[in-house]
């Protein structure tokens, strides 16, 4: 064997080595979970904050609900902001996971200004080769707070958006 071929199996395998997995659930708890199975984080976001490229989110079986704003631009609001590459957020072990975006005032801005769209999962520009893998995504309201809010129901939504990328990902349809 050459010593190129040598260090390129040393390095592969280092990485294999230093990747971790993370582990949410519905009951996780950011505060006092440390990402184990046994004390798993509750959001994506705390999920991301801890991993680092190579890293695995293994997201539990359940329905998980009731999300707020991560960030906003003139025309949307996203609930998640993925800005770390080389993460896979996966279901874990072929489990059922499906992120409800029901419409709630919670995807209002604290500033009061929320007359725009939603999108579910927004990667980041520089964003690379992230992964989503085995999970549903339902319910991301496509018109705007103001509008939601006067038909009071989310239900006459024409389309959602579930991702935006200004990055490059990886969508695992099965």
């Known amino acids: 064997m050459n010593s190129s071929f040598k260090l390129v199996c040393l390095i592969a395998f280092i990485a294999c080595i230093q990747s971790a997995q993370i582990f949410m659930a519905t009951n996780g708890n950011d505060s006092t979970g ?26 539990r079986g359940g329905t998980y609900k009731g999300f707020s704003i991560a960030d906003s ?7 998640h902001k993925f800005t770390k590459s080389g993460i896979t957020y996966q279901a874990y072990n072929q489990e059922k996971v499906v992120f409800d975006f029901e419409f709630k005032n919670t995807y209002k801005k604290s500033n009061g200004k929320a007359t725009k769209r939603v999108t579910a999962f927004l990667v980041w520009k520089n964003t690379q080769d992230i992964t989503f893998k085995d999970f549903d995504c339902t319910r991301v309201p496509a018109l705007t707070y103001d509008e939601l809010v006067a038909m009071k129901s989310s239900k006459l939504t024409t389309q959602s958006e579930c991702f935006t990328s200004y990055g490059k990902i990886f969508i695992l349809i099965e």
Not at 38 to 46: A, F, G, N, S
Not at 73 to 79: E, H, K
Request: aromatic share 10%; proline share 3%; glycine share 6%.
């Open 73 to 79: 631009d003139t025309t949307y609001n996203y609930i």
């Open 34 to 59: 440390n990402g184990s199975i046994d004390k798993p984080y509750k959001t994506l976001m705390k999920c991301q904050e801890k991993a680092n490229s190579g890293d695995v989110v293994n997201i």
